[in-house]
Protein backbone atom coordinates (compact mmCIF):
# COMPACT_ATOMS: atom_id res chain seq x y z
CA UNK A 1 0.00 0.00 0.00
CA UNK A 2 1.55 3.34 -0.82
CA UNK A 3 1.18 5.89 1.67
CA UNK A 4 3.86 8.39 0.24
CA UNK A 5 1.45 11.30 -0.58
CA UNK A 6 -1.16 12.06 2.05
CA UNK A 7 -3.91 13.34 -0.86
CA UNK A 8 -3.77 10.16 -2.52
CA UNK A 9 -4.35 7.85 0.92
CA UNK A 10 -7.63 5.12 0.06
CA UNK A 11 -8.39 2.48 2.70
CA UNK A 12 -11.59 1.58 1.58
CA UNK A 13 -11.31 -2.35 0.99
CA UNK A 14 -7.47 -2.60 2.23
CA UNK A 15 -6.53 -4.80 5.08
CA UNK A 16 -5.60 -3.62 8.44
CA UNK A 17 -3.72 -4.47 11.24
CA UNK A 18 -3.83 -2.41 14.55
CA UNK A 19 -1.63 -3.95 17.13
CA UNK A 20 -3.38 -2.91 20.61
CA UNK A 21 -6.51 -3.14 22.07
CA UNK A 22 -6.50 0.03 24.24
CA UNK A 23 -8.60 3.11 23.81
CA UNK A 24 -6.13 4.45 20.81
CA UNK A 25 -6.21 0.61 18.75
CA UNK A 26 -9.66 0.47 19.31
CA UNK A 27 -10.65 4.19 18.29
CA UNK A 28 -8.20 3.73 15.15
CA UNK A 29 -10.08 0.24 14.33
CA UNK A 30 -13.31 2.19 14.45
CA UNK A 31 -11.94 5.02 12.01
CA UNK A 32 -10.56 2.37 9.80
CA UNK A 33 -14.24 0.75 9.71
CA UNK A 34 -15.76 4.06 8.95
CA UNK A 35 -13.33 4.43 6.21
CA UNK A 36 -14.42 0.94 4.45
CA UNK A 37 -11.12 -0.90 5.71
CA UNK A 38 -11.24 -4.30 6.56
CA UNK A 39 -9.73 -4.13 10.17
CA UNK A 40 -8.37 -6.76 11.97
CA UNK A 41 -7.02 -5.89 16.05
CA UNK A 42 -5.09 -8.13 18.19
CA UNK A 43 -3.64 -7.78 21.87
CA UNK A 44 -1.39 -10.65 23.70
CA UNK A 45 -2.90 -9.85 26.56
CA UNK A 46 -5.85 -11.15 27.50
CA UNK A 47 -7.25 -9.22 30.40
CA UNK A 48 -11.22 -8.67 31.04
CA UNK A 49 -11.15 -5.39 29.40
CA UNK A 50 -9.82 -6.05 26.32
CA UNK A 51 -12.27 -9.11 25.97
CA UNK A 52 -14.83 -5.96 26.64
CA UNK A 53 -13.51 -4.30 23.76
CA UNK A 54 -13.25 -7.30 21.57
CA UNK A 55 -16.73 -7.57 22.60
CA UNK A 56 -17.58 -4.35 21.25
CA UNK A 57 -15.44 -4.18 18.06
CA UNK A 58 -17.26 -7.46 16.75
CA UNK A 59 -20.88 -6.00 17.39
CA UNK A 60 -19.31 -3.47 14.67
CA UNK A 61 -18.34 -6.54 12.03
CA UNK A 62 -14.45 -5.60 13.20
CA UNK A 63 -12.59 -8.90 13.71
CA UNK A 64 -9.72 -9.40 16.73
CA UNK A 65 -8.22 -11.75 18.85
CA UNK A 66 -6.86 -11.35 22.55
CA UNK A 67 -4.12 -12.82 24.35
CA UNK A 68 -1.87 -13.81 21.61
CA UNK A 69 -0.56 -12.38 18.29
CA UNK A 70 -1.84 -15.18 15.41
CA UNK A 71 0.14 -14.89 11.88
CA UNK A 72 -2.96 -12.98 10.43
CA UNK A 73 -1.36 -9.76 11.53
CA UNK A 74 0.69 -9.88 8.76
CA UNK A 75 -1.98 -10.30 5.95
CA UNK A 76 -2.28 -6.39 5.97
CA UNK A 77 -2.02 -3.84 3.67
CA UNK A 78 -1.34 -1.40 6.64
CA UNK A 79 -0.21 -1.94 10.27
CA UNK A 80 -1.13 0.91 12.74
CA UNK A 81 0.36 0.20 16.58
CA UNK A 82 -0.57 2.01 19.93
CA UNK A 83 1.94 4.04 21.82
CA UNK A 84 3.01 1.10 23.67
CA UNK A 85 4.21 -0.93 21.03
CA UNK A 86 8.04 0.16 20.73
CA UNK A 87 9.70 -0.11 17.51
CA UNK A 88 12.06 -2.42 18.52
CA UNK A 89 9.17 -5.13 18.85
CA UNK A 90 9.60 -8.15 16.71
CA UNK A 91 5.90 -7.70 15.11
CA UNK A 92 6.96 -4.06 14.19
CA UNK A 93 10.14 -5.09 12.57
CA UNK A 94 8.82 -8.05 10.76
CA UNK A 95 6.19 -6.24 9.48
CA UNK A 96 9.08 -4.00 8.06
CA UNK A 97 10.81 -6.96 6.76
CA UNK A 98 8.02 -8.27 4.80
CA UNK A 99 6.97 -4.35 3.20
CA UNK A 100 3.88 -3.60 5.77
CA UNK A 101 3.85 0.05 6.05
CA UNK A 102 3.90 0.67 9.95
CA UNK A 103 2.33 4.05 11.51
CA UNK A 104 1.08 5.44 15.06
CA UNK A 105 -2.36 6.09 15.86
CA UNK A 106 -1.89 9.87 15.88
CA UNK A 107 -0.54 9.68 12.01
CA UNK A 108 -3.38 7.38 10.87
CA UNK A 109 -6.31 9.51 12.64
CA UNK A 110 -4.63 12.81 10.78
CA UNK A 111 -4.89 11.14 7.14
CA UNK A 112 -8.26 12.18 8.33
CA UNK A 113 -8.45 15.32 10.02
CA UNK A 114 -10.19 18.42 8.47
CA UNK A 115 -9.25 20.97 11.06
CA UNK A 116 -6.40 23.11 12.76
CA UNK A 117 -4.08 21.34 14.93
CA UNK A 118 -1.89 22.41 17.60
CA UNK A 119 0.19 20.16 19.35
CA UNK A 120 1.98 20.27 22.63
CA UNK A 121 4.71 18.36 23.95
CA UNK A 122 7.23 18.09 26.38
CA UNK A 123 8.44 16.06 29.43
CA UNK A 124 6.96 17.78 31.81
CA UNK A 125 3.20 20.12 32.24
CA UNK A 126 1.65 18.47 29.06
CA UNK A 127 -1.37 17.86 30.36
CA UNK A 128 -1.69 21.03 32.62
CA UNK A 129 -0.97 23.04 29.18
CA UNK A 130 -3.36 21.32 26.79
CA UNK A 131 -5.94 21.35 29.82
CA UNK A 132 -5.48 25.80 29.84
CA UNK A 133 -5.72 25.64 26.01
CA UNK A 134 -8.98 23.61 25.92
CA UNK A 135 -10.90 25.85 28.66
CA UNK A 136 -9.00 29.15 26.50
CA UNK A 137 -9.76 27.34 22.93
CA UNK A 138 -13.63 27.72 23.86
CA UNK A 139 -15.35 31.04 22.29
CA UNK A 140 -18.70 31.60 20.16
CA UNK A 141 -15.83 31.15 17.10
CA UNK A 142 -13.58 28.08 17.95
CA UNK A 143 -14.41 24.61 19.83
CA UNK A 144 -10.73 23.63 20.98
CA UNK A 145 -10.79 19.71 21.40
CA UNK A 146 -8.33 17.95 23.41
CA UNK A 147 -7.08 14.54 22.96
CA UNK A 148 -4.24 12.66 22.05
CA UNK A 149 -2.15 11.10 24.98
CA UNK A 150 -4.72 12.94 27.67
CA UNK A 151 -6.41 9.86 27.30
CA UNK A 152 -9.29 10.42 24.38
CA UNK A 153 -8.03 9.33 21.53
CA UNK A 154 -7.27 11.44 18.66
CA UNK A 155 -8.90 8.93 16.16
CA UNK A 156 -12.19 9.09 18.32
CA UNK A 157 -12.63 12.64 17.70
CA UNK A 158 -11.84 13.09 14.15
CA UNK A 159 -14.37 9.79 13.45
CA UNK A 160 -16.43 12.11 15.70
CA UNK A 161 -16.20 15.07 13.40
CA UNK A 162 -15.99 13.12 10.33
CA UNK A 163 -20.10 12.14 11.17
CA UNK A 164 -20.92 15.69 12.28
CA UNK A 165 -18.90 18.04 11.34
CA UNK A 166 -17.90 21.23 13.24
CA UNK A 167 -16.70 24.29 11.22
CA UNK A 168 -15.24 25.59 14.42
CA UNK A 169 -13.10 22.99 15.54
CA UNK A 170 -9.39 23.18 16.38
CA UNK A 171 -7.81 19.49 17.71
CA UNK A 172 -5.29 20.32 21.14
CA UNK A 173 -3.20 17.09 20.84
CA UNK A 174 -1.10 16.13 23.88
CA UNK A 175 1.74 13.97 22.39
CA UNK A 176 4.41 11.82 24.11
CA UNK A 177 7.35 10.72 22.47
CA UNK A 178 6.30 7.00 22.48
CA UNK A 179 3.50 8.62 19.67
CA UNK A 180 5.61 10.38 17.12
CA UNK A 181 7.94 7.00 16.72
CA UNK A 182 5.88 6.26 13.30
CA UNK A 183 4.82 9.26 11.76
CA UNK A 184 5.07 10.45 7.86
CA UNK A 185 3.01 13.24 7.29
CA UNK A 186 1.66 14.25 10.78
CA UNK A 187 1.90 18.27 11.02
CA UNK A 188 0.72 20.71 13.34
CA UNK A 189 -0.64 24.07 12.67
CA UNK A 190 1.11 25.04 15.85
CA UNK A 191 3.87 23.00 17.75
CA UNK A 192 4.35 24.37 21.38
CA UNK A 193 7.19 22.23 23.08
CA UNK A 194 7.78 23.14 26.80
CA UNK A 195 11.00 21.21 28.17
CA UNK A 196 13.12 18.41 27.38
CA UNK A 197 14.33 16.11 30.02
CA UNK A 198 15.64 12.60 30.43
CA UNK A 199 12.56 10.56 30.27
CA UNK A 200 11.27 6.92 28.74
CA UNK A 201 15.24 5.96 29.00
CA UNK A 202 14.00 2.57 29.47
CA UNK A 203 11.81 2.73 25.76
CA UNK A 204 13.80 5.08 23.83
CA UNK A 205 17.49 3.84 24.88
CA UNK A 206 19.18 7.13 24.90
CA UNK A 207 18.51 10.65 25.75
CA UNK A 208 19.50 11.44 21.60
CA UNK A 209 16.96 8.75 20.58
CA UNK A 210 14.19 10.52 23.24
CA UNK A 211 14.83 14.04 21.99
CA UNK A 212 14.49 13.05 18.39
CA UNK A 213 10.92 11.52 18.78
CA UNK A 214 9.61 14.80 20.47
CA UNK A 215 11.50 16.93 18.28
CA UNK A 216 9.59 14.15 15.28
CA UNK A 217 6.74 16.59 15.64
CA UNK A 218 7.80 19.77 14.16
CA UNK A 219 9.67 17.87 11.05
CA UNK A 220 7.06 18.51 8.87
CA UNK A 221 6.25 21.92 9.71
CA UNK A 222 6.33 25.08 6.69
CA UNK A 223 7.05 28.11 6.84
CA UNK A 224 3.09 28.38 7.04
CA UNK A 225 3.37 27.01 10.65
CA UNK A 226 4.14 28.61 13.98
CA UNK A 227 6.78 26.44 16.56
CA UNK A 228 6.31 28.33 20.06
CA UNK A 229 9.29 26.91 21.97
CA UNK A 230 11.06 27.29 25.93
CA UNK A 231 13.70 29.66 25.48
CA UNK A 232 15.41 28.62 29.07
CA UNK A 233 16.21 25.07 27.52
CA UNK A 234 18.90 24.96 25.60
CA UNK A 235 17.94 21.41 23.61
CA UNK A 236 15.25 23.07 22.47
CA UNK A 237 16.82 26.59 21.50
CA UNK A 238 19.46 24.64 19.47
CA UNK A 239 16.62 22.61 17.50
CA UNK A 240 15.25 25.77 16.02
CA UNK A 241 18.05 27.72 15.52
CA UNK A 242 17.13 27.42 11.62
CA UNK A 243 13.67 25.56 11.37
CA UNK A 244 11.41 26.46 8.52
CA UNK A 245 8.48 27.54 10.62
CA UNK A 246 7.52 31.02 12.27
CA UNK A 247 9.85 30.18 15.78
CA UNK A 248 8.25 32.41 18.48
CA UNK A 249 9.94 31.59 22.47
CA UNK A 250 8.90 32.23 25.58
CA UNK A 251 10.54 32.53 28.86
CA UNK A 252 9.74 33.37 32.36
CA UNK A 253 13.60 34.41 32.69
CA UNK A 254 14.04 36.66 29.10
CA UNK A 255 12.78 39.54 28.02
CA UNK A 256 12.49 38.43 24.47
CA UNK A 257 9.28 36.58 24.01
CA UNK A 258 5.85 38.18 23.76
CA UNK A 259 5.10 37.94 27.55
CA UNK A 260 6.94 38.99 30.26
CA UNK A 261 7.21 38.33 34.05
CA UNK A 262 8.52 40.53 37.53
CA UNK A 263 7.96 39.31 41.50
CA UNK A 264 4.46 40.69 41.05
CA UNK A 265 2.85 40.25 37.45
CA UNK A 266 3.02 38.78 33.82
CA UNK A 267 2.65 41.64 30.60
CA UNK A 268 1.10 41.28 27.59
CA UNK A 269 2.81 41.69 24.12
CA UNK A 270 2.32 45.23 24.32
CA UNK A 271 3.93 45.82 27.62
CA UNK A 272 0.08 46.14 29.06
CA UNK A 273 -0.72 44.63 32.63
CA UNK A 274 -2.16 40.56 31.67
CA UNK A 275 -2.45 39.22 34.73
CA UNK A 276 -0.96 39.33 38.65
CA UNK A 277 0.98 36.57 40.20
CA UNK A 278 -1.74 36.63 42.96
CA UNK A 279 -4.63 35.93 40.71
CA UNK A 280 -2.70 32.54 39.64
CA UNK A 281 -4.24 29.53 41.74
CA UNK A 282 -2.29 26.98 40.46
CA UNK A 283 0.75 26.32 42.80
CA UNK A 284 4.53 26.31 41.62
CA UNK A 285 6.89 28.19 39.52
CA UNK A 286 6.68 25.53 37.10
CA UNK A 287 2.74 26.27 36.18
CA UNK A 288 4.03 29.97 35.41
CA UNK A 289 5.75 28.45 32.59
CA UNK A 290 2.83 26.76 31.64
CA UNK A 291 0.37 29.74 31.86
CA UNK A 292 2.87 32.08 29.61
CA UNK A 293 3.32 29.54 26.79
CA UNK A 294 -0.31 28.53 26.43
CA UNK A 295 -0.69 32.27 26.34
CA UNK A 296 1.75 32.99 23.87
CA UNK A 297 0.41 30.04 21.32
CA UNK A 298 -3.37 31.32 22.15
CA UNK A 299 -2.26 35.08 21.70
CA UNK A 300 -0.78 34.10 18.14
CA UNK A 301 -3.99 32.09 17.26
CA UNK A 302 -5.47 35.44 17.85
CA UNK A 303 -7.72 35.04 20.73
CA UNK A 304 -7.95 38.28 22.95
CA UNK A 305 -5.83 38.83 25.98
CA UNK A 306 -8.53 39.49 28.14
CA UNK A 307 -10.31 36.46 27.07
CA UNK A 308 -6.66 34.59 27.49
CA UNK A 309 -6.53 36.44 31.57
CA UNK A 310 -9.85 35.12 32.29
CA UNK A 311 -9.78 31.73 31.27
CA UNK A 312 -6.20 31.46 33.09
CA UNK A 313 -7.43 33.32 36.71
CA UNK A 314 -10.59 31.22 36.71
CA UNK A 315 -8.27 27.95 36.18
CA UNK A 316 -8.28 25.56 39.62
CA UNK A 317 -5.63 22.65 37.95
CA UNK A 318 -5.89 19.37 36.53
CA UNK A 319 -6.63 16.02 38.36
CA UNK A 320 -3.96 13.74 39.42
CA UNK A 321 -1.55 16.74 39.02
CA UNK A 322 -0.77 18.73 42.07
CA UNK A 323 -4.47 17.80 43.10
CA UNK A 324 -5.67 19.10 46.31
CA UNK A 325 -7.00 15.87 48.42
CA UNK A 326 -7.95 16.78 51.75
CA UNK A 327 -6.83 18.13 55.30
CA UNK A 328 -6.65 15.78 57.83
CA UNK A 329 -5.34 16.56 61.52
CA UNK A 330 -3.29 19.24 59.83
CA UNK A 331 -1.84 17.16 57.25
CA UNK A 332 -2.76 18.53 53.73
CA UNK A 333 -2.33 15.36 51.14
CA UNK A 334 -1.40 15.90 47.58
CA UNK A 335 -1.91 13.77 44.31
CA UNK A 336 1.12 14.26 41.98
CA UNK A 337 0.36 10.59 40.09
CA UNK A 338 0.73 12.32 36.94
CA UNK A 339 4.56 12.75 38.18
CA UNK A 340 5.96 9.43 36.33
CA UNK A 341 9.62 11.22 36.33
CA UNK A 342 12.28 12.65 38.37
CA UNK A 343 11.89 16.22 37.08
CA UNK A 344 8.08 16.29 37.73
CA UNK A 345 9.21 15.05 41.42
CA UNK A 346 11.58 18.48 41.63
CA UNK A 347 9.01 20.26 40.46
CA UNK A 348 6.48 19.08 42.66
CA UNK A 349 8.83 19.15 45.72
CA UNK A 350 9.69 23.23 45.04
CA UNK A 351 5.72 23.68 44.75
CA UNK A 352 5.39 24.03 48.82
CA UNK A 353 7.07 25.61 51.38
CA UNK A 354 5.68 23.01 54.58
CA UNK A 355 8.07 20.22 55.89
CA UNK A 356 7.18 17.20 53.24
CA UNK A 357 6.36 13.06 53.63
CA UNK A 358 7.30 12.16 49.62
CA UNK A 359 5.79 8.96 48.73
CA UNK A 360 7.86 7.57 45.96
CA UNK A 361 7.43 3.91 43.68
CA UNK A 362 5.89 2.18 41.00
CA UNK A 363 7.89 0.91 38.09
CA UNK A 364 10.93 3.14 37.14
CA UNK A 365 11.90 3.78 33.95
CA UNK A 366 14.89 4.12 33.70
CA UNK A 367 15.87 7.04 36.06
CA UNK A 368 18.77 7.60 38.68
CA UNK A 369 17.25 8.49 41.98
CA UNK A 370 20.35 9.52 43.23
CA UNK A 371 19.38 12.79 41.49
CA UNK A 372 16.73 13.87 43.33
CA UNK A 373 18.77 13.44 46.85
CA UNK A 374 19.90 17.13 46.95
CA UNK A 375 16.07 18.03 46.33
CA UNK A 376 14.29 16.18 49.15
CA UNK A 377 17.49 18.02 51.45
CA UNK A 378 16.63 21.65 50.20
CA UNK A 379 12.88 21.34 50.23
CA UNK A 380 12.24 20.05 54.05
CA UNK A 381 11.65 16.41 52.95
CA UNK A 382 11.34 14.85 56.50
CA UNK A 383 10.76 11.52 55.06
CA UNK A 384 10.47 9.14 51.88
CA UNK A 385 8.24 6.61 51.71
CA UNK A 386 8.95 3.88 48.84
CA UNK A 387 6.59 1.64 47.53
CA UNK A 388 5.91 -1.05 44.53
CA UNK A 389 8.24 -2.99 42.09
CA UNK A 390 11.17 -0.01 42.48
CA UNK A 391 11.39 0.38 46.52
CA UNK A 392 14.46 -1.33 47.19
CA UNK A 393 16.11 0.02 44.30
CA UNK A 394 14.60 3.77 45.32
CA UNK A 395 15.60 3.04 49.26
CA UNK A 396 18.97 2.42 48.23
CA UNK A 397 20.04 5.17 45.74
CA UNK A 398 19.17 7.21 49.06
CA UNK A 399 21.20 5.32 51.50
CA UNK A 400 21.46 7.14 54.99
CA UNK A 401 20.97 11.10 53.49
CA UNK A 402 17.41 10.87 54.03
CA UNK A 403 14.92 9.13 56.06
CA UNK A 404 13.16 6.37 54.49
CA UNK A 405 11.49 3.28 54.72
CA UNK A 406 10.21 0.65 52.09
CA UNK A 407 6.47 -0.97 51.25
CA UNK A 408 5.18 -3.21 49.43
CA UNK A 409 1.89 -0.99 48.11
CA UNK A 410 0.45 1.81 48.29
CA UNK A 411 -1.96 1.51 50.62
CA UNK A 412 0.18 0.35 52.73
CA UNK A 413 2.39 3.95 52.55
CA UNK A 414 -0.63 5.70 52.53
CA UNK A 415 -1.26 4.50 56.04
CA UNK A 416 2.14 4.81 57.35
CA UNK A 417 2.58 8.45 56.01
CA UNK A 418 -0.29 9.07 58.12
CA UNK A 419 1.40 7.49 60.88
CA UNK A 420 4.39 9.68 60.44
CA UNK A 421 2.78 12.92 60.10
CA UNK A 422 2.55 16.31 62.07
CA UNK A 423 0.17 19.23 62.08
CA UNK A 424 1.30 21.11 59.05
CA UNK A 425 3.00 18.79 57.23
CA UNK A 426 2.52 17.92 53.38
CA UNK A 427 2.09 14.12 52.44
CA UNK A 428 2.59 14.04 49.07
CA UNK A 429 2.09 11.03 46.37
CA UNK A 430 4.89 11.92 43.18
CA UNK A 431 5.70 8.23 42.50
CA UNK A 432 8.94 9.65 40.07
CA UNK A 433 7.86 5.91 38.10
CA UNK A 434 5.28 4.37 36.06
CA UNK A 435 2.21 3.06 37.99
CA UNK A 436 1.89 -0.60 35.99
CA UNK A 437 3.52 -2.59 38.55
CA UNK A 438 0.40 -2.68 40.64
CA UNK A 439 -2.11 -0.03 38.37
CA UNK A 440 -3.57 0.22 34.64
CA UNK A 441 -2.41 3.57 34.48
CA UNK A 442 -1.42 6.88 36.34
CA UNK A 443 -5.25 7.79 37.23
CA UNK A 444 -5.85 4.60 38.70
CA UNK A 445 -2.93 5.22 41.09
CA UNK A 446 -4.39 8.55 41.79
CA UNK A 447 -7.77 7.35 42.16
CA UNK A 448 -6.76 4.94 44.67
CA UNK A 449 -4.59 7.40 46.63
CA UNK A 450 -7.92 9.84 47.17
CA UNK A 451 -10.03 6.44 47.85
CA UNK A 452 -7.47 5.45 50.79
CA UNK A 453 -6.62 8.99 51.71
CA UNK A 454 -10.42 9.53 52.11
CA UNK A 455 -10.64 6.14 54.31
CA UNK A 456 -7.77 6.87 56.51
CA UNK A 457 -9.94 7.19 59.84
CA UNK A 458 -11.31 3.92 58.63
CA UNK A 459 -8.19 1.88 57.88
CA UNK A 460 -5.83 2.86 61.18
Not at 439 to 447: A, L, P, V, Y
Request: proline content about 3%.
Amino acid sequence: MDISNKNYINIAGKNISIIGLGRSGVSAAKLAHHHGANVFISDANDSELNRHFLNELNRLNIAGESGTHSDRIFDADLMIISPGVPKESSIVKKAIEVGIPVVGEIEFAYWFSQYPIIGVTGSNGKTTTVNILGKIFQTDTIHGSICGNVGIPFSQEVLADTINPDAKRVYILEISSFQMEFILHFHPNFSLFLNITPDHLDRHGSLKNYIDCKLNMAKNQTDQDTVIFNQNDFELQQAFQNHKAKTIPFSTIHQSGLFRMNETKIYGPNHESFIGLDQIKIPGQHNIENIIAASTLSFEFGISLSHISKVISNFSGVEHRLEYVAEIEGVTYINDSKATNLESVIVALSSFNQPIILILGGRNKGADFHNLLPHTQVNQVKQVITYGEARHEITESFGDAVRSESILDLRDAVVTAKNLASPGDVILLSPGCASFDQFDHFEERGNMFKKWVNELDLVI
